[in-house]
């Protein structure tokens, strides 16, 4: 159910039964409040003076007043969750800034003819639709051509996810025609609900009286939707505080729940001794705030604020034992301020107002000197102890805290983010500031002027000059890098071990005692949370079932002629070495990529190489793929020397026979050097340059799945590439994949990175999917994507890719991670011509030929007259000798 509440006249909402019909209407969830126009955003202040509404829509009843941005902005700014825009006006007003999750759009369905195609362009713009709809009929339940018809619209708008994740949601307004008598009532909203949508009642029709016929009763409308596959009809219930932390499992039945909504109390159903009223008898009572229902709508999540000492009968805050985090801290140190024990440092802040603030800045000013992960950890700890003291002092609580995030959250427009100049450090590095003016890089969205956006460019508007520019990588100086290199190839292969442990410790500032470690592996190096472990070994099993279906184990045997049998079996790589990346990034994917078809091929020594973290030790996560790989040893370093160990071996790292992994510029430099060099003999995988994706798509993709896809790849590298090769996309839905890559890079842990990497990549425009798919062959890419309708269809026309990712539910992550691929694939334009690693880059091939007497008899004189022809006399005689034998003894015979 979406409740409505008309704000035009507001001292009827004074009255006590409206008063409590809004408390308990703010427990279940979003109330739509009609404003008279979408300049009039005092109303809504009134409201909210009067009324604690969390999470509210605004509905403009004027359509003529949709012409105003700034009062669009203004409203959203304010707080409301959405805003909604009548669809004869969404497409003529410039909405690109606002995020889907912030607008809905009201149609009516007895007026609008093309709803269908209005929703399909509407697919990642919007998060909500109300549909109105005039009731002809006076029977009690809905047509069913009319739950028909919405049902299809609902499955249509709800065919793709937000761009930020959770479903479009539905709601049905209802009116009646003339002489029409029909009346919504509970039977109502399970019908719609059947069809997963919401029905829109005004809070006049509406009530808390269970006894009441002629209105909707609020609690009916919740339990009326929910389900449940238990006997007793009771629905799991998971209890949280304010911040969400769990404190434990009960149930709920229809009785209770409309108990608590009516006392507005923690109320539960005991299974043994009927409606539980928490904390009636120990003084623990609950405060309900929310009541949240699950996305399958068969449990539920109550919100309380807890009083007493805790929710467990155990007299602990949670079932799950005690608090630990900034809960714990903001508990111990309400009690401090209540009690505190004599001698109390905590008492002493408390009591001291001047300490506390000298304090505060102290450990801000440490903060910001900190420099290694361990030291940041620690400042901020202490920043956060004292802040807290500071908030407690004053009554302000960690939920007050976060409620000032999420309003903050809600402002389309952002502050400039500048520093007061007192605390302006940029003021005091000039010469840096120059610089950086002098060549100007994007750096971070974080600034409200600043966009995260691709180059343009159209295929019918540009030469053939300028596509064969877009179709080359950025060049890379390989003398220079060539140059770096070899020195340290040099001093690895004449110095092994020393030579390593004094890269790493130059290079990654990690001092080794040794550069390696030897299996069996030690159980706490490789620990890992349950969660990892289980996403390592799903993936690992569905690559390794890719992988050993490569392999086939049989040999060919062939007979070419009578008497003349040939026959081609594999053997696997002796030794392996596998470059496995640190850097910017944690990869035992890669790990699994490298080490499976290694495993799968039966190499008899497999051996990793990985930068080392700080404290000299492997990551655990890499370490443990590399027990499930079979791996002999763990090299501990990274780059060109670590090529160079495997190349050419050291006392304590055996040589290897292949080579094979991704890396930056100088690992690949350093594989194809040692390549090259006839005294490492050794054969690596594949030629590599920085990571790139190519995606195709039409008017049928999803902006924030394509969007999403495109960012995935640029987050590796400032030098990574992606290119949007756009099929006839209309302006607009040019414009929200647009959107979409500013809105979702501006929220990435790594948007420094995106900011550099997105700008250099380039959006094509082209008129079909022919010229799609010729640019997509020219240019090989490494990962290409098709966000197109019937993708599949389109995979026979491709010939050059590392590998494919078919239709809008395939992304480039599960190729990365865990559907089976593997993600280690040529780059830079190499996909032309190699493939990506399989099982066979770990195999080698054998040929044999047996000759019977009578068949050499037949093909000798072929054999013999060819090497007459290369003048090779001894390649002769050796058929010559032993045809000449067979003929004697042929002559013998007869």
Same mark, same amino acid.
């Given at each position: 159910m979406?409740p409505?509440?008309d704000?035009?006249?507001?001292?009827?909402?004074?009255?006590?039964?409206?008063?409590d019909?809004?408390?308990?209407?703010?427990l279940?969830?979003?109330v739509?409040?009609n404003?008279p126009?979408?300049?009039d955003?005092s109303?809504?202040d009134?409201?909210l003076e009067?009324?604690?509404?969390?999470?509210?829509w605004?509905?403009?009843i004027?359509?003529q007043?949709f012409?105003?941005?700034e009062?669009i902005?203004?409203?959203l700014?304010q707080?409301?969750e959405?805003?909604?825009?009548?669809?004869?006006?969404?497409?003529?007003?410039?909405l690109?800034?606002i995020?889907?999750n912030r607008?809905a759009?009201?149609?009516?369905?007895?007026?609008?003819k093309?709803?269908?195609?209005?929703i399909?362009?509407l697919?990642?713009?919007v998060?909500?639709?109300?549909?109105?709809?005039?009731?002809?009929?006076?029977?009690?339940?809905l047509?069913?051509?009319?739950?028909?018809?919405?049902?299809?619209?609902?499955?249509?708008?709800?065919?793709?996810l937000?761009?930020?994740?959770?479903?479009?949601?539905i709601g049905?307004i209802?009116s009646n025609a003339?002489?029409?008598?029909f009346s919504p009532?509970i039977e109502?909203i399970k019908?719609l609900s059947?069809i997963?949508?919401c029905?829109?009642?005004?809070?006049e %029709?509406?009530?808390?009286?269970?006894?009441?016929?002629e209105? =909707?009763?609020?609690?009916?409308s919740?339990?009326?939707t929910l389900?449940t596959?238990?006997p007793?009809e009771?629905?799991?219930t998971?209890v949280?505080d304010e911040r969400?932390?769990?404190?434990?499992?009960?149930?709920?039945?229809a009785?209770?729940?409309?108990?608590?909504?009516?006392?507005r109390?923690?109320?539960?159903?005991?299974?043994?001794?009927?409606?539980?009223y928490?904390?009636a008898t120990?003084g623990?009572?609950?405060?309900?705030?929310?009541?949240q229902?699950?996305?399958?709508s068969?449990?539920?999540?109550f =919100?309380?604020?807890?009083?007493g000492?805790g929710?467990?009968h155990?007299?602990?805050?949670?079932?799950f034992g005690?608090?630990k985090?900034?809960a714990?801290?903001e508990?111990?140190?309400?009690?401090?301020k209540?009690?505190?024990?004599?001698?109390?440092?905590t008492?002493k802040l408390?009591k001291?107002? #001047?300490?506390?603030?000298s304090?505060i800045?102290?450990?801000?000013?440490?903060?910001c000197?900190?420099k290694t992960?361990d030291?940041?950890?620690?400042?901020?700890a #202490?920043?956060i102890?004292f802040s807290?003291?500071?908030?407690v002092?004053?009554g302000v609580s960690?939920?007050?805290?976060?409620?000032?995030l999420?309003?903050?959250?809600k402002?389309i427009t952002?502050r400039?983010?500048?520093?007061k100049p007192?605390?302006?450090v940029?003021?005091?590095?000039?010469n840096?500031q120059?610089?950086s003016?002098a060549?100007p890089?994007?750096?971070?969205?974080a600034?409200?002027?600043?966009i995260?956006?691709m180059? %343009?460019?159209?295929?019918?508007?540009?030469?053939?000059t300028?596509k064969?520019s877009l179709?080359?990588?950025p060049?890379?100086?390989s003398?220079?890098?060539?140059a770096?290199v070899?020195?340290i190839?040099?001093?690895?292969?004449?110095?092994? #071990?020393a030579a390593l442990?004094?890269l790493?410790?130059?290079?990654?500032?990690?001092k080794?005692?040794?550069?390696?470690?030897?299996a069996?592996?030690?159980?706490?190096?490789?620990?890992?949370d349950?969660?990892t472990?289980?996403a390592i070994?799903?993936?690992?099993?569905n690559?390794?079932?890719f992988?050993?279906?490569?392999y086939?184990r049989?040999?060919l045997?062939v007979e070419?002629?009578?008497?003349v =049998?040939?026959s081609?079996?594999?053997? *696997? =790589?002796?030794r392996v070495g596998l470059?496995v990346?640190?850097?910017t990034?944690i990869?035992?994917?890669?790990?699994?990529m490298l080490?499976?078809?290694a495993?799968?091929?039966g190499c008899?020594?497999i051996?990793?190489a990985?930068?080392?973290?700080?404290d000299?030790t492997?990551?655990p996560?890499?370490?443990?793929?590399a027990h499930?790989v079979g791996?002999s040893k763990?090299?501990?370093?990274?780059g060109?020397?670590a090529?160079?160990?495997?190349?050419?071996g050291?006392e304590?790292?055996? %040589?290897?026979?292949?080579?094979?992994?991704?890396?930056?510029?100088y690992?690949?430099?350093?594989?194809m050097?040692a390549q090259?060099?006839?005294?490492?003999?050794?054969?690596? #995988?594949?030629?590599a340059?920085p990571?790139?994706l190519?995606?195709?798509?039409?008017?049928t993709?999803n902006?924030?799945?394509v969007a999403?896809?495109?960012l995935?790849?640029?987050?590796?590298g400032?030098d990574s590439q992606?290119?949007?090769v756009?099929?006839s996309?209309t *302006?607009d839905?040019?414009a929200?994949?647009?959107?979409e890559i500013h809105?979702?890079a501006s929220?990435?842990p790594r948007v420094?990175?995106?900011?550099?990497?997105?700008?250099?990549s380039?959006?094509?425009?082209?008129?079909?999917?022919e010229e799609?798919?010729?640019?997509s062959n020219?240019?090989?890419?490494e990962h290409l994507?098709l966000?197109?309708?019937?993708?599949?269809?389109?995979?026979?026309?491709?010939?050059?890719?590392?590998?494919?990712?078919?239709?809008?539910?395939s992304p480039e992550?599960?190729g990365?991670?865990?559907?089976?691929?593997?993600?280690?694939l040529?780059t830079y334009?190499?996909?032309?011509?190699?493939?990506?690693?399989?099982t066979l880059?770990?195999?080698k091939?054998?040929t044999?030929?047996?000759?019977?007497k009578?068949?050499?008899h037949?093909?000798?004189t072929?054999?013999?007259?060819?090497?007459e022809v290369?003048?090779?006399e001894?390649?002769?005689?050796?058929v010559?000798?032993?045809?000449?034998?067979i003929e004697?003894?042929m002559c013998?015979?007869?």
């Amino acid at each position: 159910m979406l409740p409505t509440i008309d704000l035009s006249d507001q001292e009827k909402l004074l009255n006590a039964h409206f008063i409590d019909l809004i408390k308990s209407l703010n427990l279940l969830g979003d109330v739509i409040l009609n404003i008279p126009t979408l300049a009039d955003s005092s109303s809504i202040d009134k409201f909210l003076e009067a009324h604690s509404i969390d999470l509210y829509w605004v509905n403009p009843i004027k359509e003529q007043e949709f012409t105003d941005n700034e009062s669009i902005i203004r409203l959203l700014d304010q707080g409301a969750e959405k805003i909604i825009i009548p669809s004869s006006k969404v497409l003529s007003l410039d909405l690109s800034y606002i995020p889907a999750n912030r607008l809905a759009v009201s149609i009516n369905l007895d007026q609008s003819k093309d709803t269908e195609e209005l929703i399909k362009k509407l697919t990642g713009s919007v998060s909500a639709y109300l549909f109105n709809v005039t009731i002809n009929s006076s029977t009690k339940s809905l047509p069913e051509s009319l739950i028909r018809n919405l049902s299809d619209l609902t499955k249509l708008a709800q065919k793709n996810l937000l761009p930020s994740g959770g479903q479009i949601k539905i709601g049905i307004i209802l009116s009646n025609a003339d002489n029409c008598k029909f009346s919504p009532s509970i039977e109502t909203i399970k019908e719609l609900s059947g069809i997963s949508a919401c029905l829109v009642v005004p809070i006049e %029709k509406l009530t808390l009286d269970t006894n009441d016929e002629e209105l =909707i009763n609020i609690s009916k409308s919740l339990t009326c939707t929910l389900k449940t596959d238990r006997p007793d009809e009771l629905f799991t219930t998971v209890v949280a505080d304010e911040r969400g932390e769990a404190l434990g499992i009960v149930y709920s039945s229809a009785e209770s729940i409309q108990e608590a909504i009516k006392t507005r109390t923690g109320v539960y159903q005991s299974r043994k001794r009927g409606l539980w009223y928490k904390g009636a008898t120990s003084g623990a009572i609950q405060e309900l705030e929310k009541i949240q229902v699950d996305c399958d709508s068969d449990s539920l999540r109550f =919100i309380v604020k807890q009083h007493g000492p805790g929710f467990c009968h155990l007299n602990v805050r949670t079932c799950f034992g005690v608090s630990k985090g900034l809960a714990a801290l903001e508990q111990t140190l309400q009690n401090r301020k209540e009690l505190a024990p004599p001698g109390s440092y905590t008492s002493k802040l408390f009591k001291n107002p #001047d300490l506390l603030h000298s304090k505060i800045m102290e450990e801000a000013d440490e903060l910001c000197s900190a420099k290694t992960k361990d030291e940041i950890a620690w400042e901020a700890a #202490d920043l956060i102890y004292f802040s807290l003291v500071k908030c407690v002092t004053n009554g302000v609580s960690l939920k007050d805290i976060e409620t000032q995030l999420d309003k903050r959250s809600k402002k389309i427009t952002r502050r400039p983010g500048n520093a007061k100049p007192k605390w302006d450090v940029a003021s005091t590095k000039q010469n840096e500031q120059q610089e950086s003016l002098a060549k100007p890089v994007p750096t971070s969205s974080a600034t409200e002027n600043e966009i995260i956006k691709m180059q %343009k460019f159209n295929l019918s508007e540009i030469s053939d000059t300028q596509k064969k520019s877009l179709l080359q990588r950025p060049i890379i100086k390989s003398d220079d890098i060539m140059a770096r290199v070899r020195p340290i190839l040099d001093d690895v292969r004449k110095r092994g #071990d020393a030579a390593l442990v004094e890269l790493t410790a130059k290079f990654d500032g990690v001092k080794l005692e040794s550069p390696v470690i030897s299996a069996p592996f030690l159980p706490e190096a490789m620990a890992l949370d349950e969660s990892t472990r289980l996403a390592i070994d799903q993936a690992y099993d569905n690559i390794y079932k890719f992988h050993d279906a490569q392999y086939d184990r049989s040999s060919l045997v062939v007979e070419t002629m009578p008497g003349v =049998i040939c026959s081609r079996f594999s053997r *696997p =790589i002796e030794r392996v070495g596998l470059y496995v990346p640190g850097g910017t990034a944690i990869l035992p994917s890669t790990a699994l990529m490298l080490g499976i078809p290694a495993k799968v091929a039966g190499c008899k020594q497999i051996i990793i190489a990985s930068p080392p973290r700080k404290d000299g030790t492997v990551v655990p996560e890499v370490l443990y793929v590399a027990h499930k790989v079979g791996a002999s040893k763990v090299v501990l370093a990274g780059g060109a020397q670590a090529v160079a160990a495997l190349a050419y071996g050291t006392e304590s790292i055996p %040589k290897v026979d292949k080579i094979c992994g991704p890396g930056n510029q100088y690992v690949t430099a350093a594989k194809m050097m040692a390549q090259n060099d006839s005294s490492a003999m050794i054969s690596i #995988d594949m030629p590599a340059g920085p990571s790139e994706l190519l995606v195709i798509a039409d008017g049928t993709s999803n902006p924030a799945y394509v969007a999403s896809d495109l960012l995935s790849q640029a987050e590796h590298g400032e030098d990574s590439q992606v290119v949007l090769v756009a099929v006839s996309l209309t *302006p607009d839905h040019l414009a929200r994949i647009e959107r979409e890559i500013h809105i979702q890079a501006s929220v990435l842990p790594r948007v420094n990175i995106v900011s550099q990497s997105i700008p250099k990549s380039f959006i094509l425009q082209v008129n079909s999917l022919e010229e799609a798919v010729t640019f997509s062959n020219d240019y090989a890419p490494e990962h290409l994507i098709l966000h197109l309708d019937e993708a599949e269809k389109l995979l026979e026309k491709v010939e050059n890719a590392g590998s494919v990712f078919v239709g809008s539910y395939s992304p480039e992550s599960c190729g990365d991670y865990a559907s089976g691929t593997n993600h280690t694939l040529p780059t830079y334009g190499y996909a032309r011509m190699h493939s990506g690693v399989n099982t066979l880059t770990f195999l080698k091939h054998i040929t044999s030929q047996q000759l019977t007497k009578e068949g050499l008899h037949k093909l000798g004189t072929t054999v013999m007259r060819l090497a007459e022809v290369e003048e090779l006399e001894a390649h002769r005689n050796a058929v010559h000798v032993r045809v000449k034998d067979i003929e004697a003894e042929m002559c013998q015979n007869k």
